[in-house]
């Protein structure tokens, strides 16, 4: 199973981009979509999640910034990047989580990341 993510560039502090990412189609249906980012030195955090039933969630540091959306035709998740910060600057990472009913994660698979630099 691959997941290709796509999206990532230089822009201004301000300015905005749109990261994308495509997975196979029983995938895309079934599993927790979502995105994380790793900044130099730090760990991976989550940044957004959409489920199959449009579920999300963000994290504190982009709510009313990023917006998560996926779109089942095209079988691609989208997050949708406003105002970004240089803090922003960090490799991000598509991912695809298959959670049980209770929440345990049956297979969780990563994408390649894709690098977004935000200049000040």
């Known amino acids: 199973v691959q997941l290709q993510a796509s999206g990532g560039g230089l822009v201004q502090s301000g300015g905005s981009l749109r990261l994308s990412c495509s997975a196979p189609?029983?995938?895309?249906?079934?599993?927790?979509m979502g995105w994380y980012r790793q900044a130099s030195d730090q760990e991976r955090e989550l940044v957004a999640y959409?489920?199959?039933?449009?579920?999300?969630d963000y994290s504190d540091s982009v709510k009313g910034r990023f917006t998560i959306a996926r779109d089942s035709a095209k079988n691609t998740v989208y997050l949708q990047m406003n105002n970004l910060k240089p803090e922003d600057t960090a490799v991000y990472y598509c991912?695809?989580?298959?959670?049980?009913?209770?929440?345990?994660?049956?297979?969780?698979?990563w994408g390649q990341g894709t690098l977004v630099t935000v200049s000040s």
């Open positions: 959409i489920t199959p039933g449009d579920e999300t």
């Open positions: 189609a029983s995938t895309f249906a079934t599993n927790r």
């Open positions: 991912n695809a989580k298959l959670l049980g009913f209770s929440g345990a994660i049956i297979t969780d698979i």
